[in-house]
């Protein structure tokens, strides 16, 4: 088995997006990518809130929980705009009903993405420093904590930037978070140390988008 399958995957079966997209204008008032949002938020939250159409609300959300890391990834931001697709997406399109075509061409190719693993964890690296309050204490402690065994850096397109993945039984409170650049002062995840490399290649691209960032903030 390749190791890329143990990658998530995810199905392409938004039904509700699907009707939207056919006849955005029907639906949602006007062929707006943020009437679409408020559109979807405003489902889920009935759904969840009153119990409304419940059977719909116990399937996967319409719009995936990592979508708008791809559209950070994809549209070559430095965020993911706090997870408001909508937001990251008229970032770069001012037009309403154009961000709106965008969205529907960024959903398909999440769902049609193949991801590629550049780098995973070193097994003598996971450990790291951190300051945490245990118990009722009220000061802070350094403790060692360590990263998941399975992380891995991972991108799919040569857009820049990366993902880091680690399997669901791992804790790791950023799993399937875009990163536009190795941020070492901002997370030991992120030190480039840590990790085996696996495509050069890829790795050296991101290394080099990474100094250019830098080197731009400064």
Same mark, same amino acid.
């Given at each position: 088995?390749?190791?890329?399958?143990?990658?998530?995957?995810?199905?392409?079966?938004?039904?509700?997006?699907?009707?939207?997209?056919?006849?955005?204008?029907?639906?949602?008032?006007?062929?707006?990518?943020?009437?679409?949002?408020?559109?979807?938020?405003?489902?889920?939250?009935?759904?969840?809130?009153?119990?409304?159409?419940?059977?719909?609300?116990?399937?996967?959300?319409?719009?995936?929980?990592? $979508?708008?890391?791809?559209?950070?990834?994809?549209?070559? /931001?430095?965020? +993911?705009?706090?997870? @408001?697709?909508?937001?990251? *997406?008229?970032?770069?399109?001012?037009?309403?009903?154009?961000?709106?075509?965008?969205?529907?061409?960024?959903?398909?190719?999440?769902?049609?993405?193949?991801?590629?693993?550049?780098?995973?964890?070193?097994?003598?690296?996971?450990?790291?420093?951190?300051?945490?309050?245990?118990?009722?204490?009220?000061?802070?402690?350094?403790?060692?904590?360590?990263?998941?065994?399975?992380?891995?850096?991972?991108?799919?397109?040569?857009?820049?930037? $990366?993902?880091?993945?680690?399997?669901?039984?791992?804790? /790791?409170?950023? +799993?399937?978070?875009? @990163?536009?650049?190795?941020? *070492?002062?901002?997370?030991?995840?992120?030190?480039?140390?840590?990790?085996?490399?696996?495509?050069?290649?890829?790795?050296?691209?991101?290394?080099?988008?990474?100094?250019?960032?830098?080197?731009?903030?400064?």
């Amino acid at each position: 088995m390749d190791e890329n399958d143990n990658i998530k995957t995810f199905s392409h079966g938004g039904s509700l997006l699907e009707t939207i997209r056919k006849r955005p204008a029907m639906y949602l008032g006007e062929s707006s990518i943020t009437a679409l949002w408020h559109y979807i938020h405003g489902w889920e939250a009935a759904s969840g809130h009153f119990g409304y159409c419940k059977a719909d609300f116990e399937k996967p959300p319409e719009v995936p929980r990592y $979508f708008a890391d791809w559209v950070g990834y994809r549209l070559h /931001l430095d965020s +993911n705009y706090s997870g @408001f697709w909508h937001k990251a *997406i008229l970032s770069r399109i001012k037009d309403e009903h154009l961000a709106l075509v965008r969205f529907f061409e960024l959903y398909d190719e999440f769902f049609q993405r193949e991801p590629k693993i550049v780098a995973s964890i070193k097994k003598d690296c996971r450990e790291y420093t951190v300051s945490r309050k245990i118990g009722s204490a009220r000061e802070f402690t350094e403790v060692v904590e360590l990263l998941p065994e399975s992380l891995r850096i991972v991108t799919y397109t040569d857009d820049p930037g $990366f993902f880091l993945v680690a399997e669901e039984d791992e804790t /790791l409170s950023f +799993n399937g978070w875009f @990163f536009g650049a190795f941020e *070492i002062s901002r997370s030991a995840s992120l030190s480039p140390g840590r990790y085996e490399v696996h495509d050069q290649v890829t790795w050296d691209r991101l290394l080099m988008q990474s100094k250019n960032i830098g080197e731009t903030s400064r």
